[in-house]
Structure formats: structure tokens, C-alpha cells
């Protein structure tokens, strides 16, 4: 008699905290723009994470949620700063819930990193932001106290609208992960100085948001690990506050980047893509651009996870079955996150339970992430109009500048 094939680990039951997660496959955070101007949900918005949940994912975590109006990033981003939100979202949390995924609310504050015109952005101290080179404002104590605040209330929030769990972004370049950079935080006082100091404020706002819901409610946290700008935060502090981070509530953590030079050290082009796939695809600009190499957060999770007991969550780059079962079979990480294949496919997981095995139909072309603030999340590959007009508007860009 013909044993049964096993069943691979990514399609093993996963856990954070006390939450169960029908597999170990997250849809990783990835902004929408998709929400009215004030920040509430749409329409558009439950039908894409309907989408997702049916889809087949064990968890979801939503693009960035900003908890205070000084802190959204881009327009049309979904917001948690009011009580008269929650409404919306307790829509989203049950169109989700029907279809068996879990799903967390991402609970971020821009800082410095934001596209939206409103002011001076804040920041731990007055440096121009890499990314946007916008010119923020030194923070307060009484802008820090209510940043901090705006977390744990935005985190009660989630768990009345429905949510599952709530995820702290700390990481690529927004406003926690500045106040850990000492590129960012050039401050000589209680925020800011040493290593100690400098994670303060990622210290308090775990215990704001533990506070707000309570010690049985799943709270993870992507976490910058070490920046990638000159005279940033190094690895050995950044795993070092992660360790402290974990024992000051955290269920699970996502590694990544911190304050970086560029979009493209954390979501990088053509992962794994060979000339011949880019050619099927006509993603021409592989041509002259190297592929980046799967999984490049690995030594991160790798790393973290020898220190510590709770679920790692390694994103950025899976993109084949035979790395994603490495990953696992290694002990590297528990969980694993992606954001771009599931714009091109939110079903991919109900594939591979199939039996599908191999890559992922994304080449990480990074189109749909350059349209963040200006259109809907989709992929643009999977109709050429769409493309064609991509590629027209990228040409008038460019003759304008």
C-alpha cells in the first residue's frame, strides 16, 4: 500500500498566543489605499479581505492602521484614531471571520515617513527622513506621552471591532523604529541617548497596548532588527530590544528592517526571478536588474529565534515551496508572511493545499507597492490595459521630471 504524501508544515495548524491559525501562511501587511479620507472602511476594503480570508490564509494582518491623525502616511489609509471607526471595521473583522482566517489589526504612527501634506511629520528628532526627505518636527514629551496613548487606544479599539489580535509595526523606517535608530533619534534625554533610552518608547507603547486588551489578546509586532542607513541601528542592540520586547508582552515578532535608505532594502525587485520567468511576464526591467535572492529576512528570524520562545514570523521573499518548507523544517522561523504574492494571488494558499508546489506567480516587480497613495491595491500585471496604463503614466512621470 502507497503511503499518502505528507502534509508540508506551512499547511500545519499555527499558533500565537492562545490563537489558533489553521495554517502557518500570513497575509503580511500591505497598504491598500482603499479607505475614505478619514480613514474608515469601504466597501472595497471588506471585499478585498473577504477575498484574502477565502483565499485560504491562516491570519491577516491589514496594511498600516494609523492610531492618530499626525500619523498616517498616505492618503486613503485606514485609520483607528476615533470610537465612531470601530463600526467599519467590526464589517471587515466579520466579512473574514466567516470564511475561517484570523486577522490582526496593524496599529502603526508614521513619524517622519509620510506622504500626506499636513505640517511638519513628527520624529524623535529633527533629521530628514531618508525615504521622503520631509523635515519633521522634534517631538515633544507631551507628543510622545499621546503618541503613546494613540497606540493603546487604537489597540481597544481592534479588539472591539472584532479583531483577533492587533500587530505594532516597529519597523522600516516609521516612527518606533526611529525612536530605536540612533540615525534618527539624536535626543540626550529620557527618550533618546543610549541604547536603553532609545528603546523607551517601543517599551512603552507594548505596554500601552498589553494594558488596553488585556494579557490574553494575541499582540505581535514587526520589528526593526537594524537599519540600513550609515550610523543606524545595529543588529546587536536590535535583537537585544526584541528580547526585551517579548518580555514585555509580546506573543509573537516579524523581523525586518528598521530606518532605511530606500523602499527597495525592504521590499526588494524580481525575488528570485529568472530571465526566462521575467520574459513570460514581460517584466523587462529584469533585464539589467539582478534578482534578489528568497527569504533575504532569514538571518534576522534565524537570529531572533534562537532567543526567544515565542513564534517568529520571517517575511520578505518567499516565494517557492521548497524555501518556504526549508524555513520551517530548519527551525528558523514558525510563521511565514507574504505581501506581494498575495496581491497577484490571494488564493495562492488554497493552491498549495491542492498540491500545488513550486514558485509563486509574483516576479516582484514592485508595481502595485508604487501606486501605494494613488490607486486601489491590485496587481497590474494580470491585465494588460492595466499595465499599458501603468507603463504610460511611469512615461509621463518621468517627461515631467
Given amino acids: 500500500m502507497t503511503e499518502a504524501p505528507s502534509r508540508p508544515a506551512f499547511l500545519s495548524p499555527g499558533r500565537i498566543g492562545g490563537l489558533a491559525l489553521r495554517n502557518r501562511l500570513v497575509r503580511a501587511a500591505t497598504s491598500e489605499t482603499l479607505a475614505t479620507d478619514g480613514g474608515a472602511v469601504t466597501a472595497e476594503l471588506v471585499a478585498l479581505y473577504r477575498r484574502l480570508a477565502e483565499g485560504g490564509a491562516g491570519l491577516l494582518?491589514?496594511?498600516?492602521?494609523?492610531?492618530?491623525?499626525?500619523?498616517?502616511?498616505?492618503?486613503?489609509?485606514?485609520?483607528?484614531?476615533?470610537?465612531?471607526?470601530?463600526?467599519?471595521?467590526?464589517?471587515?473583522?466579520?466579512?473574514?471571520?466567516?470564511?475561517?482566517?484570523?486577522?490582526?489589526?496593524?496599529?502603526s504612527h508614521a513619524g517622519s515617513q509620510s506622504m500626506v501634506d499636513a505640517g511638519a511629520p513628527l520624529a524623535p528628532s529633527a533629521i530628514v527622513n531618508p525615504i521622503y526627505k520631509r523635515h519633521p518636527k522634534a517631538a515633544t514629551e507631551a507628543d510622545i506621552v499621546a503618541a503613546i496613548e494613540a497606540f493603546?487606544?487604537?489597540?481597544?479599539?481592534?479588539?472591539?471591532?472584532?479583531?483577533?489580535?492587533?500587530?505594532?509595526?516597529?519597523?522600516?523606517?516609521?516612527?518606533?523604529?526611529?525612536?530605536?535608530?540612533?540615525?534618527?533619534?539624536?535626543?540626550?534625554?529620557?527618550?533618546?541617548?543610549?541604547?536603553?533610552?532609545?528603546?523607551?518608547?517601543?517599551?512603552?507603547?507594548?505596554?500601552?497596548?498589553?494594558?488596553?486588551?488585556?494579557?490574553?489578546?494575541?499582540?505581535?509586532?514587526?520589528?526593526?532588527?537594524?537599519?540600513?542607513?550609515?550610523?543606524?541601528?545595529?543588529?546587536?542592540?536590535?535583537?537585544?530590544?526584541?528580547?526585551?520586547?517579548?518580555?514585555?508582552?509580546?506573543?509573537?515578532?516579524?523581523?525586518?528592517?528598521?530606518?532605511?535608505?530606500?523602499?527597495?532594502?525592504?521590499?526588494?525587485p524580481y525575488v528570485g526571478v529568472c530571465l526566462g520567468r521575467a520574459l513570460r511576464d514581460w517584466a523587462v526591467e529584469r533585464l539589467w536588474r539582478p534578482a534578489a535572492p528568497e527569504a533575504y529576512y532569514r538571518p534576522f528570524a534565524r537570529a531572533l529565534k534562537a532567543r526567544v520562545a515565542v513564534p517568529v514570523i520571517l517575511v520578505g521573499g518567499l516565494r517557492s515551496t521548497a524555501t518556504m518548507e526549508d524555513v520551517l523544517a530548519s527551525g528558523d522561523a514558525d510563521l511565514l508572511a507574504f505581501a506581494r504574492p498575495f496581491v497577484r494571488e490571494p488564493d495562492f494558499p488554497n493552491r498549495l493545499a491542492a498540491g500545488r508546489r513550486g514558485r509563486v506567480d509574483c516576479v516582484s516587480c514592485n508595481i502595485c507597492l508604487a501606486h501605494d497613495g494613488h490607486d486601489g491595491l491590485k496587481c497590474w500585471r494580470l491585465d494588460p490595459r492595466d499595465l499599458l496604463a501603468h507603463g504610460i503614466g511611469h512615461m509621463k512621470a518621468l517627461w515631467k521630471h
Fill in 152 to 268: 493603546g487606544q487604537a489597540a481597544r479599539r481592534a479588539r472591539e471591532a472584532g479583531f483577533d489580535g492587533v500587530h505594532i509595526h516597529g519597523g522600516n523606517g516609521y516612527l518606533i523604529s526611529e525612536f530605536g535608530s540612533p540615525h534618527a533619534n539624536r535626543r540626550d534625554d529620557a527618550w533618546g541617548g543610549d541604547a536603553l533610552r532609545r528603546g523607551r518608547f517601543a517599551h512603552a507603547v507594548v505596554t500601552a497596548v498589553r494594558a488596553a486588551v488585556g494579557p490574553d489578546f494575541p499582540v505581535s509586532m514587526r520589528v526593526g532588527l537594524a537599519d540600513s542607513v550609515a550610523g543606524g541601528l545595529a543588529l546587536a542592540e536590535g535583537l537585544g530590544r526584541a528580547v526585551s520586547l517579548v518580555a514585555a508582552g509580546l506573543d509573537a515578532v516579524e523581523t525586518t528592517y528598521g530606518v532605511m535608505a530606500g523602499y527597495r532594502d525592504n521590499i526588494r
Fill in 61 to 107: 494582518v491589514t496594511g498600516h492602521v494609523y492610531v492618530e491623525r499626525r500619523g498616517q502616511c498616505s492618503p486613503r489609509q485606514m485609520g483607528l484614531y476615533d470610537d465612531r471607526l470601530v463600526p467599519g471595521f467590526r464589517t471587515l473583522t466579520t466579512a473574514v471571520h466567516r470564511h475561517g482566517a484570523a486577522i490582526f489589526a496593524e496599529l
